[in-house]
């Protein structure tokens, strides 16, 4: 496997214990706006080629969507680029609305 996944309830709690986590949502804005996790940072997946050389292939990342499938695609892109420290979130915010935050819209 070129990345590693992550529960929504393994995330939750490095979050829950104040670890630095750069959680990158993928999805598109009006998917975002419906329904989203707090701090994570919208760099939706139709604009990969306009935001991926930015990023710091040594740093940490969690790339979340919303069952897993676009994420999954970004972290394989990323890895290919050299990328080594990504998490897909598995299950994406659907999971994260079912296991973590009910608060947190489904759809």
Avoid at 57 to 84: D, T
Wanted: proline letters at 6%.
């Amino acid at each position: 496997m070129l990345y590693h996944t992550i529960t929504p309830t393994e995330l939750h709690e490095r979050m829950k214990r104040g670890e630095p986590v750069r959680l990158i949502d993928v999805r598109e804005p009006d998917e975002h706006d419906m329904a989203s996790v707090e701090g994570a940072e919208l760099l939706p997946l139709s604009r990969f080629n306009e935001w991926a050389d930015a990023l710091d292939p040594a740093e940490e990342m969690i790339v979340m969507c919303h069952h897993g499938i676009r994420s999954g695609q970004v972290c394989a892109l990323l890895a290919r680029q050299g990328f080594q420290k990504l998490y897909n979130l598995s299950g994406g915010i659907d999971a994260w609305s079912i296991e973590v935050d009910r608060g947190v819209p489904r759809y």
